[in-house]
């Protein structure tokens, strides 16, 4: 019995920074029977795979979340988290707005207000600070108050608890100086200090409240693209009855084969094919193209794409489910969810974060207050807590679990936006690095819509030639075969009989007629079944000459004939094998075809390196050689051919209109069938995991300098130490820097074909 793998994917609220994150991993992976988990910060999402044979858990995963101090839940609609993340952040806005508010006067009181008297011998100017503080801190707070206890109850530690204990100390130490006159049993350290930091508490809590709210807001810029592609799909379309009236229907309760109306100026509502009527099809929210693509009886069209001209009849072809549309939302969701190596060794750092910053500011705390007798006019225990508050709230681990996600986001949707498919982030950092290109002929270099050009008979009529080959090629999926059965139609509608048809991998087709073994394919077919081509090698050598595929038609060993089949290169070829070469990239033509027939096309495209005639086994043990020596290598196919190579180099490229199995094993895929968008998708590649690694490098950067300077490492020498209001400043500006570096992805445009 074969056992499927399982996979759930839960809401998880409640994460704030990259410690978080590994907690819930943690907690996740030990439940039984889990196999793997992936969680994703920005997302606020986790996906569980099952062990082989196990079912779906869910009350597990919910209650060992919500034991751990997160909220699990089932996975709402992507429309409804939008909603909720919209109210949230405007929640956030307020909140930060409410908190600068009192904050701004607490500082202005604290330092920049003359001596208003005393009050029962306390200081006046204290007592005001401390009511403005007062409900910033208890009640804006909260949530980081909140948050905190959850992680400390559970073993864990995270941002929640660094802001907690910063806040906590300096509020709590500034209480206690501002009472001392009142409180004589109080230790005399409270009665020799001059300071307090109501101010600290007030606008580390605003800032880092404000740094929410921009973060917030820049999260939801970086998930743009995919929710404007969710946009695209229309919630109804106009069925038409059999009296040619029309009736509103759900998209989700359409059959495929259903035939609905478009109007003009509004959006296909699912993929389809023409039945009647011509019109303009704008295209560039699902595929970039810039111009309209006009679209006739017959031809295919993609849901989400808009008439501009005319109305259009349209029998639908998918299920709601698994449009074009839908599969682009999937990729896109999933990739999103993907980890870069680098970044799993950052998950591991960001589990021992918050311990390695808390141990950083105990250090400070008895440097400070055991041996040290103080700085200028500050006590060294003063001292100490300002360090401690400092140091405690300047690390930010919310930039190290921000870094890969917001830039795959941003990336990920911007390639989505323009017809570029990135299926995981695994392929997009091994992109990056590619140094050899290799490229399939047929359907790739040339457009994929092949037209038999000429028939060389040499036994029978061509009737009978094209009449087998189209008997052979009924049913077969290859770009060859559309051609010939297309020029088959043309010419005679009989077709033999043809029995026990069977696909020979790499070589062609072979079936039975009239007790013999009829094929159709390439000379190693013909060779297999002992089909004599030698005395007519000098007609097949001018044939392939011209760039023609060659496909011999035989019948039992007698040679019957041959079908020259011809295919224009795509418009874009030449440019985007220009800008291969101008990266410096190795250019390699792995084609199935005759060596005369590749070396024509190569000649016309400027590829220097052809390797001809191979299977596709072949195809992929010559990748795994290249791989061997040490070269980089993306291979780009649209076949089912090309499947095993696809998914045998670094980073597999597939043609959007080739066939399921290469899409399924490609890592990348090309909505719009352009060669240069093969090159552009390596560029966006190269440039998302160049933001990533920037994202992680500023992370690593900024704790490691501002963590000594919050500890008073310049103080001895400078007489400087970083104000705890500063230090909430610092680390809500490095989560922000982190997700506004990501958002210039935005503005990343593919590259464009040369005239």
């Given at each position: 019995?074969?056992?499927?793998?399982?996979?759930?994917?839960?809401r998880i609220?409640g994460?704030?920074?990259?410690?978080?994150v590994?907690?819930?991993?943690?907690i996740?992976?030990?439940?039984?029977?889990?196999e793997?988990?992936?969680v994703?910060?920005?997302?606020?999402?986790a996906?569980?795979?099952?062990?082989?044979?196990?079912?779906e858990?869910h009350?597990a995963?919910?209650?060992?979340?919500?034991r751990g101090g997160?909220m699990?839940?089932?996975m709402?609609?992507?429309?409804?988290?939008?909603?909720?993340?919209?109210?949230?952040v405007?929640?956030q806005?307020?909140?930060a707005?409410?908190?600068?508010?009192?904050a701004?006067?607490?500082?202005?009181?604290s330092?920049f207000?003359?001596?208003?008297?005393?009050?029962?011998?306390?200081?006046?100017n204290?007592?005001i600070?401390?009511?403005?503080?007062?409900?910033v801190?208890?009640?804006l707070?909260q949530?980081?108050h909140?948050g905190?206890?959850?992680?400390?109850?559970?073993?864990?530690?995270?941002m929640?608890?660094?802001v907690?204990?910063g806040?906590t100390?300096a509020?709590?130490w500034s209480t206690?100086?501002?009472?001392?006159p009142?409180?004589?049993?109080?230790?005399?350290i409270?009665?020799d200090?001059?300071?307090?930091?109501?101010?600290?508490?007030?606008?580390?809590?605003?800032?880092i409240l404000?740094?929410?709210y921009l973060?917030g807001k820049a999260?939801?810029q970086?998930?743009d693209a995919?929710?404007?592609?969710m946009?695209l799909q229309?919630?109804?379309?106009?069925?038409v009855n059999?009296?040619e009236?029309?009736?509103?229907?759900?998209?989700?309760?359409?059959e495929?084969g259903?035939t609905?109306?478009v109007?003009?100026g509004q959006?296909i509502?699912?993929?389809?094919?023409?039945?009647d009527g011509s019109?303009?099809?704008?295209?560039s929210m699902?595929t970039?193209e810039?111009?309209?693509?006009?679209a006739?009886?017959?031809?295919e069209?993609?849901?989400?794409?808009?008439?501009?001209?005319a109305?259009?009849?349209i029998?639908?072809?998918?299920?709601?489910?698994q449009?074009?549309l839908?599969?682009v939302?999937?990729?896109?969701d999933?990739a999103?969810?993907?980890?870069?190596p680098?970044q799993?060794a950052v998950?591991?750092i960001?589990a021992?974060f918050?311990p390695?910053?808390?141990?950083?500011?105990?250090?400070?705390?008895?440097?400070?207050?055991?041996l040290?007798?103080?700085f200028?006019?500050?006590?060294?225990?003063?001292?100490?807590?300002l360090?401690?508050?400092?140091?405690?709230?300047i690390?930010c681990p919310c930039?190290l679990g921000?870094a890969?996600?917001?830039?795959?986001m941003?990336?990920?949707?911007?390639?989505a936006?323009?017809g570029?498919?990135?299926k995981?982030?695994?392929a997009?950092?091994?992109?990056?690095?590619?140094?050899?290109?290799v490229?399939?002929?047929t359907g790739?270099?040339?457009?994929g819509?092949?037209?038999v050009?000429?028939?060389?008979?040499?036994e029978?009529?061509?009737?009978?030639?094209?009449s087998?080959a189209?008997s052979?090629e009924h049913?077969?999926t290859?770009?060859l075969?559309?051609?010939?059965t297309?020029?088959w139609?043309?010419?005679t509608k009989?077709?033999?009989?043809?029995?026990?048809?069977?696909?020979?991998?790499?070589?062609?087709?072979?079936?039975?007629?009239?007790?013999?073994v009829v094929?159709?394919?390439?000379?190693?077919?013909?060779e297999k079944?002992?089909?004599?081509?030698?005395?007519?090698?000098?007609?097949?050598?001018?044939a392939?000459?011209k760039g023609v595929?060659?496909?011999?038609v035989s019948?039992?060993?007698?040679?019957?004939g041959?079908?020259?089949?011809?295919?224009?290169l795509?418009p874009s070829?030449?440019?985007?094998?220009?800008?291969?070469?101008r990266?410096?990239?190795e250019?390699?033509?792995?084609t199935?075809d005759r060596v005369?027939?590749?070396?024509?096309i190569?000649?016309?495209?400027?590829?220097?390196?052809?390797?001809?005639?191979?299977r596709?086994?072949e195809?992929?043990?010559?990748?795994?050689?290249l791989r061997?020596?040490?070269?980089?290598?993306a291979?780009v196919?649209?076949?089912?051919?090309d499947?095993a190579?696809l998914?045998?180099?670094d980073?597999g490229?597939a043609m959007?209109?080739?066939?399921?199995?290469?899409?399924?094993s490609?890592?990348?895929?090309?909505?719009?069938n352009?060669?240069?968008?093969a090159?552009?998708?390596?560029?966006?590649?190269?440039?998302?995991?160049s933001k990533?690694?920037t994202?992680?490098?500023?992370a690593?950067i900024?704790?490691?300098?501002?963590?000594?300077?919050?500890?008073g490492?310049?103080?001895?020498w400078?007489g400087?130490?970083?104000?705890?209001?500063f230090?909430?400043?610092?680390?809500?500006l490095?989560?922000?820097?982190?997700v506004?570096?990501?958002l210039?992805?935005?503005?990343?445009?593919p590259?464009?074909?040369e005239a």
């Amino acid at each position: 019995m074969v056992h499927m793998t399982v996979e759930s994917t839960y809401r998880i609220e409640g994460m704030t920074c990259a410690a978080c994150v590994a907690s819930v991993d943690s907690i996740i992976s030990k439940i039984n029977d889990v196999e793997h988990v992936r969680v994703n910060l920005a997302l606020e999402k986790a996906v569980v795979q099952w062990k082989e044979g196990a079912s779906e858990n869910h009350n597990a995963v919910e209650d060992a979340v919500n034991r751990g101090g997160f909220m699990a839940s089932s996975m709402p609609t992507s429309q409804q988290i939008r909603a909720e993340r919209i109210d949230a952040v405007r929640q956030q806005g307020w909140k930060a707005g409410f908190a600068l508010v009192l904050a701004v006067p607490t500082l202005l009181v604290s330092m920049f207000i003359s001596d208003l008297g005393s009050s029962n011998g306390m200081n006046s100017n204290w007592l005001i600070a401390f009511s403005l503080t007062l409900p910033v801190y208890l009640y804006l707070g909260q949530q980081f108050h909140i948050g905190a206890w959850k992680a400390i109850r559970s073993r864990r530690a995270n941002m929640d608890v660094l802001v907690h204990l910063g806040t906590t100390t300096a509020f709590l130490w500034s209480t206690l100086v501002m009472f001392e006159p009142i409180l004589p049993f109080l230790p005399e350290i409270f009665a020799d200090t001059n300071h307090v930091y109501f101010d600290g508490a007030a606008l580390i809590i605003a800032f880092i409240l404000l740094g929410n709210y921009l973060e917030g807001k820049a999260k939801l810029q970086a998930t743009d693209a995919i929710f404007s592609l969710m946009d695209l799909q229309p919630k109804t379309a106009h069925v038409v009855n059999d009296d040619e009236s029309t009736t509103k229907t759900p998209v989700e309760d359409i059959e495929p084969g259903t035939t609905i109306l478009v109007k003009t100026g509004q959006t296909i509502p699912l993929d389809g094919r023409v039945l009647d009527g011509s019109a303009l099809i704008d295209m560039s929210m699902m595929t970039g193209e810039t111009y309209p693509v006009r679209a006739r009886i017959g031809n295919e069209v993609i849901g989400g794409t808009i008439l501009v001209d005319a109305p259009l009849t349209i029998a639908t072809t998918q299920p709601y489910h698994q449009t074009v549309l839908s599969n682009v939302i999937q990729l896109v969701d999933e990739a999103q969810m993907g980890k870069a190596p680098i970044q799993r060794a950052v998950d591991r750092i960001a589990a021992i974060f918050v311990p390695i910053v808390i141990a950083c500011a105990l250090v400070a705390v008895a440097y400070w207050s055991l041996l040290s007798d103080g700085f200028g006019s500050r006590s060294g225990g003063e001292i100490a807590v300002l360090a401690l508050v400092s140091t405690l709230v300047i690390a930010c681990p919310c930039a190290l679990g921000l870094a890969t996600p917001t830039a795959l986001m941003v990336g990920t949707g911007t390639g989505a936006r323009y017809g570029l498919l990135i299926k995981g982030i695994e392929a997009l950092e091994r992109s990056h690095a590619t140094t050899t290109l290799v490229v399939d002929k047929t359907g790739t270099l040339t457009t994929g819509k092949p037209k038999v050009s000429h028939i060389e008979f040499i036994e029978g009529e061509v009737r009978e030639i094209l009449s087998i080959a189209a008997s052979l090629e009924h049913g077969s999926t290859h770009p060859l075969a559309d051609a010939i059965t297309t020029a088959w139609s043309n010419v005679t509608k009989d077709r033999p009989d043809v029995t026990n048809i069977q696909n020979v991998g790499g070589m062609g087709i072979t079936g039975e007629l009239d007790d013999l073994v009829v094929a159709i394919g390439n000379e190693p077919l013909m060779e297999k079944y002992d089909v004599d081509l030698s005395t007519h090698q000098e007609e097949i050598q001018r044939a392939a000459a011209k760039g023609v595929t060659i496909s011999f038609v035989s019948k039992g060993q007698q040679l019957l004939g041959w079908i020259e089949v011809s295919d224009a290169l795509r418009p874009s070829t030449k440019s985007a094998l220009k800008h291969a070469k101008r990266n410096n990239l190795e250019v390699i033509m792995l084609t199935g075809d005759r060596v005369e027939a590749a070396e024509q096309i190569a000649k016309e495209c400027g590829i220097e390196h052809v390797v001809a005639n191979v299977r596709p086994d072949e195809k992929a043990v010559f990748i795994t050689s290249l791989r061997e020596q040490g070269k980089h290598v993306a291979m780009v196919g649209d076949g089912i051919n090309d499947a095993a190579a696809l998914a045998t180099a670094d980073v597999g490229i597939a043609m959007g209109a080739g066939s399921d199995i290469a899409l399924e094993s490609a890592d990348i895929v090309l909505l719009r069938n352009d060669l240069m968008d093969a090159m552009s998708a390596l560029e966006l590649g190269r440039v998302t995991v160049s933001k990533i690694r920037t994202n992680l490098w500023w992370a690593f950067i900024y704790n490691i300098i501002g963590i000594p300077l919050a500890m008073g490492l310049l103080l001895p020498w400078t007489g400087w130490l970083l104000p705890p209001a500063f230090a909430a400043a610092a680390m809500s500006l490095s989560s922000i820097s982190v997700v506004a570096n990501s958002l210039t992805l935005k503005w990343w445009r593919p590259k464009q074909s040369e005239a």
